[in-house]
């Protein structure tokens, strides 16, 4: 073999071992910067008394800002409507979801109208959002 293949061959292992990191690393760009970013400078700005009135002049407060959270009643209020919303909302809908899964996967006669009637409404609001954005 010779020398240029080698280096041929060499460059190929390495380019096919780089290759899929540079593919997906458009992905962690746009994360860091609109994800992670605006998450750290929350999480520090959390940590600091800023007034509303000049949001760059920020004093650091350290952890008094939590500790006057956990002494708020509002915030124990909001938490405690957060949960039961949550929990109201989603246990009815996933016990829904699963009885009627349950009950279209029988072969019953007319099942498939059934299970074409379960999922038209979501067939039919992509189709009339292609349509709304093909005639812009």
Do not use: C
């Not at 949550?86 to 498939?112: D, E, F």
């Not at 109208?113 to 093909?134: C, E, G």
């Amino acid at each position: 073999r010779s020398r240029a293949a080698e280096r041929r061959s060499r460059r190929y292992r390495r380019d096919a071992k780089w290759s899929p990191y540079a593919f997906i690393s458009p992905f962690f760009l746009f994360f860091a910067a609109f994800g992670l970013f605006p998450l750290l400078y929350t999480g520090w700005a959390s940590l600091h008394k800023v007034s509303l009135h000049s949001p760059t002049d920020m004093e650091w407060a350290g952890l008094h800002n939590y500790s006057r959270l956990l002494e708020d009643e509002f915030f124990w209020n909001a938490l405690r409507n957060t949960f039961t919303i949550g929990v109201i909302s989603t246990v009815p809908q996933l016990l829904m979801a699963l009885g009627l899964a349950h009950l279209l996967n029988y072969r019953l006669r007319g099942s498939m109208f059934y299970r074409v009637a379960m999922l038209t409404p979501y067939a039919t609001s992509v189709a009339a959002a292609t349509l709304v954005f093909t005639l812009l």
